[in-house]
Nanobody
Framework: QVQLVESGGGLVQPGESLRLSCAAS????????MGWYRQAPGKQRELVAA???????KYLESVKGRFTISRDNAKNTVYLQMSSLKPEDTAVYYC??????????????WGRGTQVTVSS
């Protein structure tokens, strides 16, 4: 059974930092592209950051320079270090695991999400 379990969300003030973690089980973690998505109320879910099995990374333009995604294959865990948080970063953050074959997504798994609220 595949599980992606997020942790580390919470309420912070603007300018503060948070680190999200996502622990995966039931998959061969090292071959998956791991990503963090977010969804704010009334908005579509969007990709925040992703790291491939080859450690290539990509980021949403609005978080570049503030957020860093990393993975630890030995711990089957992906992290999202978020700094200089802004109120517009407020959302539910979801962990995602995708297994690609060429450009095709063979498997796609989601966590349940963790709330991040940035407010003074």
């Amino acid at each position: 059974q595949v599980q992606l379990v997020e942790s580390g969300g919470g309420l912070v003030q603007p300018g503060e930092s948070l680190r999200l973690s996502c622990a995966a089980s039931g998959i061969i973690f090292s071959i998956y592209t791991m990503g963090w998505y977010r969804q704010a109320p009334g908005k579509q879910r969007e990709l925040v950051a992703a790291v491939s099995s080859g450690y290539d990374t990509k980021y949403l333009e609005s978080v570049k320079g503030r957020f860093t995604i990393s993975r630890d294959n030995a711990k089957n865990t992906v992290y999202l270090q978020m700094s200089s948080l802004k109120p517009e970063d407020t959302a539910v953050y979801y962990c995602n695991a995708k297994h690609y074959y060429s450009d095709y997504v063979l498997q796609d798994y989601w966590g349940r999400g963790t709330q991040v609220t940035v407010s003074s």
